[in-house]
């Protein structure tokens, strides 16, 4: 034995003697006994040892918006000499707030925090725990689940990011010592520690936003710059996302967040081949803490073609392993002609699959034409500004299909598709999912912008809406 453990040891000892002296003289406080730990510091417990765990994949994140600046004497002094007065517009910070790295791909690192914090951004930066700073891209979020997904590039020498462990969807103790970490009020990397006082308490509601029924709930301080940090455990998982606190004034003491489980349902959308690289998949997998499994397929679908179903595990892209969500992503995309060869695990079986995947751009033209009898294309610039909107809020008609539901609609070339179903088809991925969905003869509702032309040769855009049945 070391002297350090031997020291360690005799002040534990001393400490249990004099507890047991001083309950024998009928004492009202008891010095604390600690066993002795294996570094000899009775400081260094569990809490101490999941924030040491936990703090490299911790960032600040710091936005900046543009901001119009109003200057009334250059105005004037434009005016006066007939020039432009052309607004001037500076960056401003906005947000300050935290995320936490979930995954790494080659140099890529990726990072969860709250949409409410990047979605007005123009700028977006990060800073990890040891000063690295990077330029952040925001890639996907989701106001239902308030989770927004971005990605940072190593510099050349720099050391690898380090992701979070997560924990498992239901791996909850009312009770439990919780953390909560994040950068409250731009202070810089803090951490508050209380205990899990409820677990969401609702179920799945659908396509309903998220509200505090279906948070976590903690007496950890939550405070304003904690937003996108995690909520983690004594073993240093993350169980959640910091989201909100009950109230400005009144809420202290009853903060939220959003519960692993629903972290993982948003990872598996986010690491999808359909949002990240444009490519129709067909299925949904669920990673980290658990095996690469599937967990959802679309039906008819590249993957249900192909074999995939619920509950095998993918073990390999093309003869290679994978690591995870974002690694699956990166091998698919990267497949000659978009096939790929998937090796999964079904009932104790190794299965060889092929995948032959469809460009989304296709897809979509495919599926309208196909399911109703619209031929569409993006909108051009003049396109745009004819029906007042932007080129990526709707798709020209082009074509109408013979004897389709939408000639039979009595729909015509030259119109612009906006919704279907009450969703804007700027989202092409959402749009054809929702055709995709629909079997033989439900009904889809789709929502046009028309130009009408008046008596006094002016012309007017009105919205126009159509219910149609699918083929």
């Known amino acids: 034995m070391n002297s350090t453990k031997r020291n360690s040891l005799i002040q534990w000892r001393k400490a249990v003697l004099a507890l047991a002296a001083c309950l024998m003289a009928g004492c009202d406080r008891v010095p604390p006994a600690s066993p002795p730990t294996s570094t000899g510091d009775i400081r260094r417990d569990a809490t ?22 109003d200057d009334p004497y250059e105005a004037a002094f434009r005016r006066f000499y007939g020039l432009n007065n052309t607004p001037q517009v500076e960056e401003q910070p906005s947000d300050i707030g935290s995320g936490v790295i979930v995954d790494e791909v080659g140099e890529d690192g990726y990072i969860l925090t709250n949409i409410h914090v990047v979605q007005r951004a123009k700028r977006t930066q990060v800073q990890l725990w040891d000063g690295r700073e990077y330029e952040a891209e925001v890639l ?35 009770g439990e010592t919780v953390i909560a970490v994040g950068n409250p009020f731009g202070l810089g990397g803090s951490i508050s520690r209380g205990v899990l006082s409820s677990k969401n308490r609702r179920p799945d509601s659908g396509g309903m936003k998220l509200d505090y029924r279906d948070w ?5 301080d939550v405070n304003p710059g904690n937003s996108g940090g995690p909520l983690i455990n004594v073993r240093g998982e993350l169980i959640g996302i910091n989201v909100a606190v009950y109230g400005q004034n009144e809420g202290k003491g009853t903060g939220f967040a959003i519960p692993v489980k629903q972290i993982g349902t948003s990872l598996s959308d986010f690491f999808s081949l359909e949002w990240k690289e444009k490519l129709w ?9 658990y095996l690469l499994t599937v967990r959802e397929v679309q039906s008819n679908s ?8 619920v509950g095998q595990q993918v073990l390999e892209v093309n003869g290679k392993s994978v690591k995870g969500l974002g690694d699956f992503n990166l091998q698919m995309a990267s497949s000659l002609d978009h096939t790929a060869a998937v090796t999964v695990l079904d009932d ?9 995947m469809i460009a989304m751009e296709v897809l979509q033209r495919q599926m309208f034409l196909s399911r109703i009898g619209l031929k569409t294309q993006r909108l051009t610039a003049e396109q745009a500004t004819a029906f007042e909107t932007s080129e990526k809020a709707g798709l020209m008609v ?7 539901p939408a000639e039979i609609a009595n729909l015509k070339p030259g119109i612009v598709l906006v919704e279907v179903d009450g969703v804007g088809v700027s989202d092409q991925i959402t749009a054809t999912n929702i055709l995709g969905n629909k079997k033989a003869g439900d009904r889809v ?16 855009t009105r919205a126009v809406q159509i219910e149609l049945p699918v083929r």
């Open 48 to 69: 101490v040892a999941a924030i040491e765990s936990v703090m490299p994949s911790v960032v600040n994140i710091r936005t900046t918006q543009l901001v119009r600046r």
């Open 140 to 174: 996907l979020g989701t106001r239902q689940n308030d989770l927004a997904l971005l990605r940072i590039k190593r510099k050349p020498g720099d050391k690898p990011f380090k992701p979070i462990t997560i924990s498992k969807d239901d791996d909850l103790l009312l």
């Open 216 to 220: 976590l709930q903690t007496d950890a």
């Open 281 to 289: 998949f067909g299925a949904r997998l669920r990673g980290a803490p």
């Open 302 to 309: 590249p993957a249900d073609r192909a074999g995939l179903r």
């Open 348 to 356: 104790g079986k190794k299965k060889k699959l092929t995948v032959e």
């Open 398 to 404: 082009e074509d109408v299909d013979k004897n389709s």
């Open 445 to 460: 509702l789709l929502t046009f912008k028309v130009l009408n032309r008046l008596a006094n040769g002016f012309v007017e």
